[in-house]
């Protein structure tokens, strides 16, 4: 694929952020955006590396009123020795594919896909923090842009991506979030689209997680949509419990996202030492195990945090604390493994490191 480039002129380009640790999540963005355009009969074209602007779109467009919309979240880091480096994203590339089949939309080619961050990055070098914990965060995106309001899918559709340089999530060690479990919203129901990283879906959570913020929690703890009894997800990330000694997560059954984190700590689990276990969990043997003292951590996993402790879990009006808020040492494991890893400090021995060259 041949991207085409207009450059900015080196005077004009914007000031980098004084300390990326304290960056805020996703409100600064570098200096280019990376496009592609899709027509039907004429498929996607004018690959172009641009500078990062607004886009100009018509109020019909089918993603105002009718949701086709997909997207993805990666980050990029800055090895010791200079290298950019990414994290598995040719998985990143086949996930945006299932969902972009689940919304009826046109798929990418993935080596098209991964060509084009790659040429984004290696411009955009210098937006790439040094400093461990920080990172570049990408996000690719596709969107429905036919001017039509009849309902169907688009005939046009956009392919973006914007970076924006991102603090770690958490500045000393290890905070633990709070939980609060929805047993009356539900963010996914069979068939539906639980599986695609689609905006709608979040959309559709909107209203729980303020629900959750105004009780005093911090997210929302999904259930099923059937019989709200069975662990789902947190929304951004998805859920691990230590419960018996085990690795446990609730299997993917179509309305759970796939997660590259979720995986990638599945497959790290043996190599540590610890047996991993997918299945059903209901909320019930959660609250028993918190009681008895079996389940011993909780831990969410998900590109932004990677991964995320929990302390407390709200269920029906009471709250129950996990490992005394404290932060557990499987959590603690797994972030310090996949950090290392994603920073090129750890022998890759799965191939999951991707130099960008
Ligand atoms: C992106 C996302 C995750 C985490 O996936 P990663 O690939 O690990 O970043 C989990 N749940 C939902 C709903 C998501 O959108």
């Not at 559709?157 to 009356?184: A, R």
């Amino acid at each position: 694929m041949k991207i085409s480039l207009e450059l900015i002129a080196e005077k004009k380009l914007k000031p980098l952020f004084k300390d990326p640790l304290m960056l805020p999540f996703g409100r600064y963005f570098t200096d280019y955006m990376f496009t592609m355009e899709y027509s039907q009969g004429q498929g996607w074209q004018n690959p172009c590396i641009k500078p990062h602007q607004p886009l100009v779109l018509q109020p019909s467009a089918n993603v105002f009123h009718y949701s086709q919309e997909v997207f993805e979240g990666q980050k990029a880091y800055q090895s010791k020795k200079g290298e950019i480096l990414m994290f598995r994203p040719l998985e990143n590339a086949r996930r945006l594919n299932r969902s972009l089949q689940r919304l009826c939309m046109p798929e990418i080619d993935e080596n098209n896909f991964l060509q084009a961050e790659c040429e984004l990055l290696k411009l955009e070098k210098r937006w790439i923090p040094t400093q461990k914990g920080a990172s570049l965060y990408i996000r690719p995106a596709v969107i429905g842009t036919e001017a039509a309001l009849g309902v169907k899918a688009s005939s046009e559709y956009l392919f973006f991506i914007i970076l924006s340089p991102v603090g770690p999530y958490f500045k000393e060690g290890f905070n633990s979030v709070s939980l609060w479990v929805s047993d009356t919203y539900s963010r996914a129901g069979s068939g539906g689209t639980g599986e695609a990283k689609t905006g709608g879906n979040y959309a559709g959570s909107l209203l729980a997680t303020r629900e959750a913020i105004q009780k005093g929690y911090s997210q929302v703890l999904w259930l099923d949509a059937c019989e709200h009894r069975f662990i789902e997800e947190v929304g951004a990330m998805n859920i691990f419990f230590i419960l018996n000694g085990k690795l446990v997560t609730p299997a993917l059954d179509g309305t759970i996202l796939h997660g590259i984190t979720r995986k990638s700590v599945l497959e790290l689990a043996a190599g540590l030492g610890i047996q991993a276990e997918e299945r059903k969990i209901a909320i019930e043997e959660v609250i028993e195990g918190i009681q008895s003292g079996k389940l011993t951590e909780v831990f969410g996993a998900g590109t932004a945090a990677v991964i995320s402790p929990v302390g407390k879990i709200g269920y029906q009006g009471k709250d129950y604390l996990v490992n005394e808020q404290r932060t557990g040492t499987w959590a603690q494991t797994f972030f310090k493994t996949l950090i290392g890893l994603q920073y090129g400090e750890i022998p890759d021995r799965h191939g999951w490191v991707y130099k960008v060259q």
